[in-house]
């Protein structure tokens, strides 16, 4: 599970329904901190709650959790190449050094050379050959919740 996304989820699915922070607390009987700490993924909602916001959005608790975003901008990490790089550099800023290098390992020389360009602050060579081994599974996590956060963002 992706806390930053589910965090994302959680605010799109309150802005889409017109409700304010404060809003939304009085109509699950929480405080509005309580809310804000969920939308900057500091902490997640308990089962009750999330039984609770599930009712009110009329998704699943399995979608606040895991969210599906569609349409979807793009729906693989070789696109990325496609999202603007002002876009793109802000939704990266959400993932460290580590994640984005292990998201590059699977990824081909052009995408590797925009973000290395878009990225340039960073030293990714070096932090790719500091991971080492790494599971591709990991990798295509890594990658999935990338596109995840791109696409949520297009909503």
Known sequence: MNTKLTAKYLQFLRK???YTQDDL???LDISRQAVSKWETGTT?????VLLKISKLYNVTINEILEPQTYPQKISDFEQIP???GDELEE???QFDTH???AALMGASPETNLYIEKLLPDIDLKTAIQA???IRIEEVEEIQNQIV???NLQAL
């Open 99 to 101: 994640a984005i290098a």
């Open 25 to 27: 607390a009085k109509r």
């Open 131 to 133: 991971i080492g081994q």
């Open 148 to 150: 995840a956060m791109i």
């Open 82 to 84: 496609m999202i603007p």
């Open 91 to 93: 939704i990266l800023e």
């Open 44 to 48: 997640l909602p308990d089962l009750e």
């Open 16 to 18: 889409s329904h017109n």
